[in-house]
């Protein structure tokens, strides 16, 4: 709450509520961010879905696939559960790295013919 303060006859200050502002606004087009803050967190994770750029194309100081004179990786893609933040991109903790073998290459064969 806001407060002024009135001198009296006696030289003394004393503290006394001051009038709300906050109700003396004007109409909608005079005071247009008023409820700013509502779309501000309405949107405020949707901001970040589009554009989604891929590592690769980034920067080395942006992202951990960035960088070198053609767009690839250039280390494995795979990386450990207990990695620090930052550097956990890629296949975390992968179970099964490479190429398919046996009854898995099998399915995936029929399934790319089917």
Same mark, same amino acid.
């Given at each position: ?23 003396? +606004?004007?109409? !909608?087009?005079?005071? &247009? ?10 949107? #405020?994770?949707? %901001? ?28 494995? +893609?795979?990386? !450990?559960?207990?990695? &620090? ?10 179970? #099964?790295?490479? %190429? ?15």
């Amino acid at each position: 709450m806001n407060q002024a303060s009135i001198w009296s006859q006696e030289d003394c200050a004393q503290w006394v509520p001051s009038y709300d502002w906050s109700s003396c +606004s004007g109409g !909608r087009t005079e005071k &247009p961010m008023l409820k700013a803050g509502n779309a501000y967190h309405k949107f #405020r994770v949707k %901001r970040n879905c589009w554009p989604k750029v891929r590592g690769v194309a980034m920067n080395p100081v942006e992202h951990p696939h960035g960088g070198g004179n053609h767009q690839h990786i250039g280390h494995a +893609s795979t990386v !450990r559960r207990d990695a &620090p933040p930052g550097q956990k991109v890629g296949l975390i903790a992968a179970r #099964r790295t490479g %190429r398919l073998r046996g009854q898995a290459a099998a399915t995936a064969a029929k399934a790319d013919k089917a």
